[in-house]
């Protein structure tokens, strides 16, 4: 016999199921979503590193002139002009009295950092603070005055940075931290055990 009570049993029981699978599919479909984009990024910061590695004014004999000329447009009257320019003046006098004189290491320092926040987004790897380098790079970008997808590259990073571990939950941090975090608290407990022995 079908009563109002088994009925309103059903009805919960339905519902509790279809929130439940819909819980599944969101907690499946962000870390995939949160993969997709930060591949990405990763992705446009390694293209970028290795076609710089293949450059003799980024990586080379003429190590500094690629950052020259980039600097150079940074600080010319068009960009520093006007009532509004696109590159304020701290960052001009910044570029003017230090970056350049710098070219070189920057130039390296440059290329190499654009390829290893591009490897450790890719890999899922020390993904928070891989998106914190890139902030950096693409913040630097902006400020000499370039647009384009640093934008799009900086709010994704911004993202990632703020939700953590969530971001490389496909990657290789969903094997890497759990593993560090079991070293330090067994670590901890070693130390612990030991200091409790010194002074027992």
């Keep these: 016999m079908i009563t ?29 979503l949160w993969a997709v984009a930060r591949i990405w990024v990763g992705w446009e910061f ?3 590193s290795l076609s710089k590695m293949g450059d003799p004014a980024w990586i080379g004999a003429r190590a500094g002139a690629a950052v020259r000329g980039f600097l150079g447009a940074a600080i010319s009257p068009r960009m ?10 701290p960052y001009a006098w910044l570029s ?7 070219a070189p290491v920057l130039s ?15 890999l899922g790897l020390c993904t928070r603070f891989a998106a914190l380098g890139g902030i950096f790079l693409n913040g630097i970008y902006m400020l000499s005055g370039s647009a ?19 971001a490389g939950l496909i ?23 030991g200091a409790v022995g010194r002074y027992a």
Excluded at 96 to 102: E, V
Excluded at 154 to 166: T, Y
Aim: hydrophobic share 45%.
């Design 80 to 89: 520093t002009g006007g009532l509004h320019p696109n590159v304020l003046a």
């Design 171 to 193: 990657g290789l941090d969903a094997v890497v931290v759990p593993y560090l975090t079991k070293q330090i608290a067994a670590h901890r407990g070693r130390s612990a055990v």
């Design 96 to 102: 003017r009295t230090i970056l350049l004189a710098h």
């Design 4 to 32: 109002r009570t088994s009925l309103n049993a059903t009805s919960t029981t339905g519902t509790t199921g279809t929130t439940g699978t819909t819980g599944t599919t969101r907690a499946r479909t962000a870390p995939t």
């Design 46 to 48: 390694l293209t970028a």
């Design 108 to 122: 390296y320092l440059v290329t190499c950092g654009e390829f290893l926040v591009g490897v450790a987004l890719i």
């Design 148 to 166: 384009g997808l640093n934008v799009p590259m900086f709010a994704i990073e911004l993202s990632i940075a703020l939700v953590g571990l969530r």
